[in-house]
Antibody, heavy 122, light 113 residues
Framework: QVQLQQWGAGLLKPSETLSLTCAVFGGSFSDYYWSWVRQPPGQGLEWIGEINHSGSTDYNPSLKSRVTISLDTSKNQFSLKLSSVTAADTAVYFC????????????????WGQGTMVTVSS | DIVMTQSPDSLAVSLGGRATINCKSSQSILYSSNNKNYLIWYQQKPGQPPKLLIYWASTRESGVPDRFSGSGSGTDFTLTISSLQAEDVAIYYCQQYYNSPPTFGQGTKLEIK
């Protein structure tokens, strides 16, 4: 049973850097794409970006200038850093596994972390 | 970005009744080379992450009850719950991953009437 376990600081001040890590337990790291998705309180879902096992990344253009996703294959972990946070970055942040098909499309986020509430407040 | 628009925003259905949620994409998400629509449906309950229900518009994820079904192609898609159970109360989201960035609909809140 594959599980994603995530952790990181839950309270930040404006201008600080958000940092979260997601560990993959019980499954292959190399056959999938690994994403971060966020959800502001009471709102919908927003994709932040992804990384694959070789370290190639893709980011949402709306956040690209502030986002870095990295991985540590030796630990089966991937991480998110979001710089210069503001109150608008207050959200629950999820890590998720992306399943890809033979055409290299990610066709489903099939396993999700439990979510981390991050609050930005002075 | 591809815009995903769901309707209705909320829906109340009687236990045992049929629930229908629609999702429209701002452009086609059908890949002609494999005839697959890159449309995904999720269910989210309070305090939980989204749960994968359906991918490729109509393929049910393993373990998902067969009362959940997806249909549609191109730009118009539907999630149907054939016989609503109490545990189906949730918010349902559609998502496309035909183009990056992947985008989600705004969600449809499903309640019991």
């Amino acid at each position: 049973q594959v599980q994603l376990q995530q952790w990181g600081a839950g309270l930040l001040k404006p201008s600080e850097t958000l940092s979260l890590t997601c560990a993959v337990f019980g499954g292959s790291f190399s056959d999938y794409y690994w994403s971060w998705v966020r959800q502001p309180p009471g709102q919908g879902l927003e994709w932040i970006g992804e990384i694959n096992h070789s370290g190639s990344t893709d980011y949402n253009p709306s956040l690209k200038s502030r986002v870095t996703i990295s991985l540590d294959t030796s630990k089966n972990q991937f991480s998110l850093k979001l710089s210069s946070v503001t109150a608008a970055d207050t959200a629950v942040y999820f890590c998720a596994r992306g399943r890809r098909d033979a055409y290299n499309f990610v066709y489903a986020f099939d396993i999700w972390g439990q979510g981390t509430m991050v609050t930005v407040s002075s | 970005d591809i815009v995903m628009t769901q309707s209705p925003d909320s829906l109340a259905v009687s236990l045992g009744g049929r629930a229908t949620i629609n999702c429209k994409s701002s452009q086609s998400i059908l890949y002609s080379s494999n005839n697959k629509n890159y449309l995904i449906w999720y269910q989210q309950k309070p305090g939980q992450p989204p749960k994968l229900l359906i991918y490729w518009a109509s393929t049910r994820e393993s373990g998902v009850p067969d009362r959940f079904s997806g249909s549609g192609s191109g730009t118009d898609f539907t999630l149907t719950i054939s016989s609503l159970q109490a545990e189906d109360v949730a918010i349902y989201y559609c998502q496309q991953y035909y183009n990056s960035p992947p985008t989600f609909g705004q969600g449809t809140k499903l309640e019991i009437k």
